[in-house]
Structures are given as C-alpha cells and as structure tokens.
Nanobody, 124 residues
Framework: QVQLVESGGGLVQAGGSLRLSCAAS????????WAWFRQAPGKEREFVGY????????RYTDSVKGRFTISRDNAKNTVYLQMNSLKPEDTAHYYC?????????????????WGQGTQVTVSS
C-alpha cells in the first residue's frame, strides 16, 4: 500500500522558515521523481519544485527560487522542502507528489502519487 505522509506545516511570521517532510512507504522511493505543489484558497494548484531520482538538477518555480530548497534522503524514504524567507503569498496547502518514470515535469497531472498535504500559513 502506497502512502505519503506530509508534516511540518504550521503558522509562521513573514521572514521565517519551515521545513516540510514527506515520508513515503510502499514504493521504491529512490527511483521516483518527487515534487512539491501548493494550492491557495480559490487558486489552482501550483508547481513549487521537483527533485529527480538522482538528486541533481532540481527545478523551482520562479517565485520561490533562492528561498526554497528540495532535498531527498533515500535511506529514510523522505523528501523535504526547506522554506526560508517566507512571505504571506506562500500561504497555501502544500502537497508532495511522486512519479516512478524518469520524466521531469512541472505538471500536476504527470504525478501519480500524492500525499494529503500540509497547511502553511505565513502572517504579515
């Protein structure tokens, strides 16, 4: 049974930091491409970034470049999203998503496995 469990969300002041975790089970974690998406109320789900199976050549959406970092620990079957210098516009429900094929994609429909998400709220 495939399961993704996100954690680490919460309420933080602007300029603060949070680290989200996504623990996976029931799949071959190391061969997956992992991504983070977010969705704010009334808005479409937005790509945040991805990390390939190799851990090299991560990609981020422009609005988070230089502030967010995705990493993975294959030994722990966990992918992380380190978020620094948070802004109120980063407030959203954050989801991790995975796909077993090597194709790198920023499109949510390309990902087959999703967690339940964790809420991040940034106050001004």
């Amino acid at each position: 049974q495939v399961q993704l469990v996100e954690s680490g969300g919460g309420l933080v002041q602007a300029g603060g930091s949070l680290r989200l975790s996504c623990a996976a089970s029931g799949l071959t974690f190391s061969s997956y491409t992992w991504a983070w998406f977010r969705q704010a109320p009334g808005k479409e789900r937005e790509f945040v970034g991805y990390i390939p199976w190799s851990g090299i050549s991560t990609r981020y959406t422009d609005s988070v470049k230089g502030r967010f970092t995705i990493s993975r620990d294959n030994a722990k079957n966990t992918v992380y999203l380190q978020m620094n210098s948070l802004k109120p516009e980063d407030t959203a429900h954050y989801y991790c998503a995975g796909r077993s094929a090597p194709l790198l994609s920023s499109t949510s429909s390309s990902y087959t496995t999703w967690g339940q998400g964790t809420q991040v709220t940034v106050s001004s």
